[in-house]
Protein backbone atom coordinates (compact mmCIF):
# COMPACT_ATOMS: atom_id res chain seq x y z
CA UNK A 1 0.00 0.00 0.00
CA UNK A 2 1.28 3.49 -0.73
CA UNK A 3 1.23 6.33 1.91
CA UNK A 4 1.88 10.32 1.23
CA UNK A 5 2.96 12.54 4.08
CA UNK A 6 2.44 16.17 3.86
CA UNK A 7 3.93 17.30 7.20
CA UNK A 8 2.93 21.08 6.79
CA UNK A 9 -0.43 21.30 7.80
CA UNK A 10 -0.57 25.40 7.38
CA UNK A 11 1.79 27.57 4.95
CA UNK A 12 1.22 31.21 4.70
CA UNK A 13 2.87 33.54 2.13
CA UNK A 14 2.88 37.30 1.43
CA UNK A 15 1.86 38.15 -2.30
CA UNK A 16 4.42 38.21 -5.05
CA UNK A 17 6.66 35.59 -2.88
CA UNK A 18 8.07 32.25 -3.53
CA UNK A 19 6.53 29.09 -1.54
CA UNK A 20 7.85 25.68 -1.74
CA UNK A 21 4.85 22.91 -0.31
CA UNK A 22 6.31 19.49 0.86
CA UNK A 23 5.44 15.71 0.38
CA UNK A 24 6.90 12.79 0.83
CA UNK A 25 5.18 8.96 -0.24
CA UNK A 26 6.32 5.81 0.24
CA UNK A 27 5.54 2.76 -1.86
CA UNK A 28 7.40 -0.32 -3.75
CA UNK A 29 5.57 0.79 -6.74
CA UNK A 30 8.44 1.77 -9.87
CA UNK A 31 5.99 3.27 -12.36
CA UNK A 32 3.60 5.62 -11.32
CA UNK A 33 2.67 9.29 -11.28
CA UNK A 34 2.48 11.90 -8.91
CA UNK A 35 -0.13 14.79 -8.84
CA UNK A 36 -0.87 18.32 -6.86
CA UNK A 37 -4.53 19.25 -6.50
CA UNK A 38 -5.57 22.38 -5.54
CA UNK A 39 -8.93 23.09 -3.22
CA UNK A 40 -9.89 26.59 -3.21
CA UNK A 41 -13.04 27.12 -0.65
CA UNK A 42 -15.12 26.69 -3.11
CA UNK A 43 -14.41 22.70 -2.91
CA UNK A 44 -13.80 22.04 -6.42
CA UNK A 45 -10.44 20.42 -6.83
CA UNK A 46 -7.98 21.21 -9.63
CA UNK A 47 -5.67 19.92 -10.68
CA UNK A 48 -2.02 21.86 -10.67
CA UNK A 49 0.45 19.92 -12.20
CA UNK A 50 1.95 15.78 -12.81
CA UNK A 51 4.79 14.25 -12.70
CA UNK A 52 5.86 11.17 -14.64
CA UNK A 53 7.94 8.59 -12.67
CA UNK A 54 10.23 7.52 -15.40
CA UNK A 55 10.89 11.58 -16.10
CA UNK A 56 13.81 12.79 -14.95
CA UNK A 57 13.18 16.40 -16.09
CA UNK A 58 10.79 18.11 -13.75
CA UNK A 59 7.16 19.41 -14.24
CA UNK A 60 6.45 23.14 -14.57
CA UNK A 61 3.34 24.71 -15.31
CA UNK A 62 3.52 28.52 -15.57
CA UNK A 63 4.57 29.68 -12.03
CA UNK A 64 4.45 26.38 -10.04
CA UNK A 65 6.62 23.57 -10.92
CA UNK A 66 7.97 20.84 -8.69
CA UNK A 67 10.93 18.83 -7.19
CA UNK A 68 10.52 15.43 -8.05
CA UNK A 69 13.42 13.46 -5.98
CA UNK A 70 12.65 9.77 -6.96
CA UNK A 71 14.96 8.24 -4.80
CA UNK A 72 14.39 10.22 -1.96
CA UNK A 73 10.58 9.70 -2.21
CA UNK A 74 10.23 13.55 -2.35
CA UNK A 75 8.06 15.41 -4.62
CA UNK A 76 7.54 19.23 -3.49
CA UNK A 77 5.40 22.00 -5.01
CA UNK A 78 7.19 25.25 -5.96
CA UNK A 79 4.47 28.39 -6.78
CA UNK A 80 6.13 31.38 -8.10
CA UNK A 81 5.07 35.55 -7.83
CA UNK A 82 2.27 33.74 -5.18
CA UNK A 83 -1.08 35.47 -6.17
CA UNK A 84 -4.04 35.89 -3.78
CA UNK A 85 -5.82 33.33 -5.97
CA UNK A 86 -3.20 30.82 -4.98
CA UNK A 87 -4.97 30.48 -1.44
CA UNK A 88 -6.17 26.69 -0.81
CA UNK A 89 -5.53 23.68 0.46
CA UNK A 90 -3.18 21.88 -1.60
CA UNK A 91 -2.83 18.32 -1.78
CA UNK A 92 -0.32 16.17 -3.12
CA UNK A 93 -1.33 12.64 -4.60
CA UNK A 94 0.37 9.40 -5.85
CA UNK A 95 -1.38 7.00 -8.12
CA UNK A 96 0.52 3.16 -9.50
CA UNK A 97 0.17 2.72 -13.23
CA UNK A 98 -0.69 -1.17 -12.63
CA UNK A 99 -3.87 -1.74 -15.06
CA UNK A 100 -6.89 -1.37 -13.12
CA UNK A 101 -5.74 -0.10 -10.21
CA UNK A 102 -5.12 3.45 -10.95
CA UNK A 103 -6.34 4.60 -7.60
CA UNK A 104 -5.43 7.96 -6.14
CA UNK A 105 -3.93 7.97 -2.80
CA UNK A 106 -3.77 11.42 -1.37
CA UNK A 107 -1.88 13.33 1.12
CA UNK A 108 -3.55 15.35 4.11
CA UNK A 109 -3.10 18.74 2.90
CA UNK A 110 -1.61 22.54 3.71
CA UNK A 111 -3.60 24.88 3.77
CA UNK A 112 -1.68 27.86 2.21
CA UNK A 113 -2.48 31.50 2.56
CA UNK A 114 -1.61 33.91 0.30
CA UNK A 115 -1.24 37.63 2.62
CA UNK A 116 -1.92 40.44 0.63
CA UNK B 1 -10.78 18.15 -19.27
CA UNK B 2 -14.22 16.63 -19.15
CA UNK B 3 -17.18 19.61 -17.30
CA UNK B 4 -18.51 17.30 -14.57
CA UNK B 5 -21.52 18.17 -12.67
CA UNK B 6 -23.05 16.93 -9.89
CA UNK B 7 -26.47 17.28 -8.08
CA UNK B 8 -27.50 18.17 -5.67
CA UNK B 9 -24.85 21.03 -4.71
CA UNK B 10 -25.63 20.45 -0.89
CA UNK B 11 -28.48 18.73 1.18
CA UNK B 12 -29.37 18.86 5.18
CA UNK B 13 -30.65 15.43 5.70
CA UNK B 14 -32.87 13.86 8.45
CA UNK B 15 -30.51 10.79 10.45
CA UNK B 16 -32.26 6.91 8.75
CA UNK B 17 -33.10 8.93 5.71
CA UNK B 18 -31.32 8.42 2.05
CA UNK B 19 -30.03 10.44 -0.28
CA UNK B 20 -28.76 9.66 -3.78
CA UNK B 21 -26.23 12.00 -5.84
CA UNK B 22 -25.89 12.06 -9.00
CA UNK B 23 -22.57 13.15 -11.47
CA UNK B 24 -22.92 14.04 -15.11
CA UNK B 25 -19.81 14.08 -17.35
CA UNK B 26 -19.70 16.10 -20.75
CA UNK B 27 -18.18 13.36 -22.15
CA UNK B 28 -17.91 9.67 -22.35
CA UNK B 29 -15.37 8.49 -19.77
CA UNK B 30 -13.58 5.47 -18.84
CA UNK B 31 -13.74 5.38 -15.16
CA UNK B 32 -15.93 7.44 -12.53
CA UNK B 33 -14.74 7.06 -8.94
CA UNK B 34 -16.41 8.52 -5.79
CA UNK B 35 -14.69 9.67 -2.89
CA UNK B 36 -15.53 11.25 0.91
CA UNK B 37 -13.97 14.30 2.08
CA UNK B 38 -14.98 14.68 5.89
CA UNK B 39 -14.60 18.16 7.67
CA UNK B 40 -11.28 18.95 7.07
CA UNK B 41 -10.00 16.27 6.11
CA UNK B 42 -8.01 14.04 2.92
CA UNK B 43 -10.13 12.45 0.35
CA UNK B 44 -10.79 8.91 0.81
CA UNK B 45 -11.75 6.76 -2.13
CA UNK B 46 -15.15 4.91 -1.68
CA UNK B 47 -15.76 2.77 -4.55
CA UNK B 48 -14.99 2.58 -8.52
CA UNK B 49 -18.14 2.97 -10.68
CA UNK B 50 -17.90 0.43 -13.35
CA UNK B 51 -20.12 0.68 -16.26
CA UNK B 52 -22.70 -2.18 -16.74
CA UNK B 53 -21.53 -4.36 -13.68
CA UNK B 54 -21.32 -3.84 -9.70
CA UNK B 55 -18.93 -1.35 -8.42
CA UNK B 56 -15.65 -2.12 -6.72
CA UNK B 57 -15.79 -0.97 -3.15
CA UNK B 58 -12.35 0.13 -1.28
CA UNK B 59 -11.87 -1.19 2.61
CA UNK B 60 -14.09 0.31 5.05
CA UNK B 61 -16.77 0.85 2.41
CA UNK B 62 -19.78 -1.40 1.63
CA UNK B 63 -22.68 -1.82 -1.02
CA UNK B 64 -25.48 -2.01 1.42
CA UNK B 65 -24.25 1.46 2.69
CA UNK B 66 -22.69 3.10 -0.39
CA UNK B 67 -24.80 1.71 -3.32
CA UNK B 68 -23.61 2.73 -6.78
CA UNK B 69 -25.07 2.75 -10.58
CA UNK B 70 -23.70 3.49 -13.65
CA UNK B 71 -25.91 3.04 -16.34
CA UNK B 72 -23.27 5.09 -19.03
CA UNK B 73 -19.93 6.29 -19.57
CA UNK B 74 -21.28 9.71 -18.63
CA UNK B 75 -23.76 9.37 -15.72
CA UNK B 76 -23.20 7.79 -12.22
CA UNK B 77 -25.21 7.87 -9.25
CA UNK B 78 -24.15 7.66 -5.15
CA UNK B 79 -26.68 6.80 -2.48
CA UNK B 80 -25.74 7.21 0.86
CA UNK B 81 -28.29 4.99 3.19
CA UNK B 82 -29.89 4.72 6.56
CA UNK B 83 -27.47 8.19 7.24
CA UNK B 84 -26.46 9.20 10.53
CA UNK B 85 -24.17 12.65 11.67
CA UNK B 86 -21.05 10.83 10.92
CA UNK B 87 -21.87 10.86 7.32
CA UNK B 88 -21.81 14.73 7.00
CA UNK B 89 -18.84 14.87 4.43
CA UNK B 90 -18.47 16.20 1.04
CA UNK B 91 -18.74 13.55 -1.67
CA UNK B 92 -17.07 13.92 -4.67
CA UNK B 93 -16.76 12.05 -7.90
CA UNK B 94 -14.35 12.16 -10.59
CA UNK B 95 -13.55 10.87 -13.80
CA UNK B 96 -10.83 9.62 -16.13
CA UNK B 97 -9.98 8.20 -19.47
CA UNK B 98 -7.56 5.57 -19.43
CA UNK B 99 -4.46 5.63 -20.22
CA UNK B 100 -4.22 9.60 -19.40
CA UNK B 101 -3.90 8.71 -15.74
CA UNK B 102 -5.45 12.23 -14.81
CA UNK B 103 -8.77 12.63 -12.88
CA UNK B 104 -10.90 15.88 -12.80
CA UNK B 105 -13.20 16.47 -10.16
CA UNK B 106 -16.99 17.52 -9.73
CA UNK B 107 -17.89 20.28 -7.57
CA UNK B 108 -18.82 18.45 -5.03
CA UNK B 109 -22.12 17.78 -2.80
CA UNK B 110 -22.14 18.94 1.03
CA UNK B 111 -23.78 16.41 2.95
CA UNK B 112 -25.22 17.41 6.45
CA UNK B 113 -27.13 15.09 8.66
CA UNK B 114 -29.32 16.44 11.22
Known amino acids: AQTVTQSQPEMSVQEAETVTLSCTYDTSENNYYLFWYKQPPSRQMILVIR??????QNATENRFSVNFQKAAKSFSLKISDSQLGDTAMYFCAFMPLNFGNEKLTFGTGTRLTIIP | SAVISQKPSRDICQRGTSLTIQCQVD?????MFWYRQQPGQSLTLIAT?????????ESGFVIDKFPISRPNLTFSTLTVSNMSPEDSSIYLC???????????FGPGTRLTVT
Open chain 2, 49 to 57: ANQGSEATY
Open chain 2, 94 to 104: SVATQGTYEQY
Open chain 1, 51 to 56: QEAYKQ
Open chain 2, 27 to 31: SQVTM
